[in-house]
């Protein structure tokens, strides 16, 4: 091999070596940052990985809502009809939240099965639901869809 064939030969190979670095480098990032959702029927049957961080969502149950002398530590109960899953909430709940409703909750499930939430989400007018939850709702035959837009649920 001649000397300007190996120079070339090696800029490749470090182009290629950058290229691989830069491309593991992304994907490790983007790993970290997937939240995952699954429905409290997933949870409940422990599909759910616990201390990953997870997206999970249904309707809070009338009743369940259980709020801490200091007001601000939480915890309800979230359906989707088939399975119930408990979330505990340490903060400030969105205006919206209310029993009967559909949310979204990012956290953690403990070895206990709870969710740890770090954020509740709740949906911001009445036609409105994440689809997650809806398509979860829809499965499990507690969502009736009406002509003018609106969604009903069955208690």
Known sequence: MNPVRKKRLFIV???LAGVGIAVALALS???QNINLFYTPSQI???????????RAGGLVENGS??????SL??????????????IRYQGILPDLFREGQGIVALGRV???GV??????LAKHDENYMPPEVSQALE?????????????????
């Open 13 to 15: 190979l470090a182009i």
């Open 29 to 31: 990032a983007l790993q």
């Open 44 to 54: 409940a049957a422990g599909e759910a990985p616990q201390g990953t961080r997870i």
């Open 65 to 70: 809502v259980q709020r801490s002398n200091d």
């Open 73 to 86: 530590s939480v915890a309800f109960r979230v359906t989707d009809g088939a399975a119930t899953v408990t």
């Open 110 to 112: 403990n070895e206990e």
């Open 115 to 120: 969710l740890v939430a770090d954020e509740v």
């Open 139 to 155: 499965k499990s035959g507690m969502m009736k869809h009406y002509e003018g837009g609106k969604q009903e649920y069955q208690k």
